[in-house]
Each structure stands twice: as C-alpha cells, then as structure tokens.
C-alpha cells in the first residue's frame, strides 16, 4: 500500500511541473513509477500533455521554425574516474536547483533516474578502458532536479588528461538545441551593404528627416536586444539607456535602430510578445488568468485584460470560451 508521504510527494511533483510549465518552461517532465492509481494516471496524462503543448506552440508559430539550429551548451561537468564531481558550471545550479556544495565532489550518478545510471556506468566503463585519442561519445540522460523532475538532454562524454595534475578527467558536455542566427546574421548582412559596411537609412521624425548609420555589428546588438526581450517577458523592462548600455550601443541607435528593423518601437515589441505568450497559454492550459497576466509581465490582470482586448479586439475570457481560434 503506498503511503501519504509518497502521495504528497508525487503531488508535489506534478505542481511543481505546472508551475514550470506557466512560466514558459517546457524542459522538465515527471519521472514514471510501477504503480497503478489515479495519480500514476495523472503523472503519464501531465508528461504527454506538455509535450503535446510544447509541439503546439511550434506549430503555432511562437517557435519560429524558419530558421537554422544550433546547439547551446546548458550543463557542463568535469569528473575524475571515479565518478567524483570536480567542476562544474553556474548554469547547472539554474537547471537542477542544487546549491554548490551539494555537487562539489558528489558523485555524478546520484543526480541521474535508475535507467540512466545504467546506460551512464556502461559508458564510464567503457571509457575506463579506452585509450586518450580525444574519444568523444553522444549520451542521451536523465538528470533529478532537486524537485525530483526530470530532465533530459544530449550530452557529449569526452576523456581528456589534466596536464597539471597528470589524471585522467572525464567532461560531460549536456547540449540544447536553439534557434541559429546564422541565416538571419546573413540576410542582415545584405541590407547592411552590398559590398561596404554599412548602409544609410532615413526615419522621418515630425518634419525632420535623420539619417542613421547602422553596421552590421549595430545590428546584431539590436537582434541581442530583441532577443533579450523575447527570453525575458515576464521581467520589468530597463530604460532604454540602460538596455543600450547593457549590450554595447547607444539609446539611439537602439530606439531608431530597432524600429527600422522590427517595424515597431522596443515597447510596443515588448507588449506585442507579451499578449501572444499569453494568448497561447489561454488557448492552451488551464491557467488562471490573473497567473496567466503574471507571468506574462503585466502589473496585474486588469491592466492586462485591458492590453488584451485593445489588441484583439476581446478579453483573455472571452478566448478561453472560445479556445480554437487561434490569434497571430
């Protein structure tokens, strides 16, 4: 028979997972049991449910797919052959919510499920008998964050010698795979020139004509700022000067700079991704409104129903009545 403290850590775990999923955060599922009740059922509905959604929100255009990928190194680990945790990097405490000394010198099998500690000391074994000629070998794994969800990633083993202390290291490598900018950096590169640096553009302010000056480096500060932007709806958003000053150009080159290329001022941009990131949680989960409102970045739900209906024309309750339309 299982008992409550099972029960209510199992629960735990599947709210725990929601509240991931409401802030956009679609990385995690729960790990599966043997057992065979209701909250087993709602665990297997939850995973399949996320996935089904994070598929959704690619086909609804909010993961462009127009694009080239690349991958993005999110987890890196150094180990002695020992499994022993030696070094590792800031982001896997944002990824696995351990604090420092809860990895330092732990072994590195005890953050993984049952079915990857077995595929892992297969391959530990057999990196315990292969020769240093830059081995490298792929390894899909599933890590327990410290809420018992489970994340899984590619990752890329290698076995090198540390030259300092002349032992054999083992360094896990976990990948992401995210948007490249190399196609857009490209078509970038045409409007800036054809064949110099830069190019000239004209914006009309009152009776005034400006001439701004963008090279292709202004251009990809502003594409780092529209990028910041689109991972960071739910913050408050700086003043421009600071914004310009955190990513290498000047409040001007970003306020005009940013408009000629997107077609919209960097606020009105920021209000814009707002409403679809919410509109695709309204259509798509059971989400209160006022959490919805929330972690989309408005100061509260009125605010944010107001912002709604002057952009599409209804409330955010209004959709949730009517959840098959599908807003741009």
Known sequence: MIDDETNKERIKQIHTMLMEFASGNFAYNIERSNLDDDIEALIALVNMTFQEIKSSFIHQGYANLNETYKHLVQMFFVLDLEDTIIAFNSRIKQMLFFDDHELQEKAFSTFLTQDSKLAWNGLKSKLAHTN??????????????????????????????????????????????????????????KKVSLGKDKVTKRLQTGNKSKQLNLSFSDIKKIREVHDHIINNLDKPLAPLVELAHTFGTNEYKLKYGFKQLYGQTVFRFLINERLRKASVLIQHTDTSIKEVAHVTGFISAPHFSKAFKEKYGFTPRDLRKRPNDHLE
Not at 134 to 141: D, G, K, M, T
Request: hydrophobic share 40%; proline share 0%.
């Open 132 to 189: 240093l000629d830059a081995h490298e070998e792929f390894i899909v794994l599933s890590f327990k964050t410290k809420q018992q969800l489970i994340l899984t990633t590619n990752c890329l083993v290698s076995k090198f010698v540390d030259q300092v202390n002349q032992s054999e290291r083992i360094v896990i490598t976990s990948i992401e795979i995210i948007k490249n900018s190399t196609e857009r950096d490209t078509e970038l590169r």
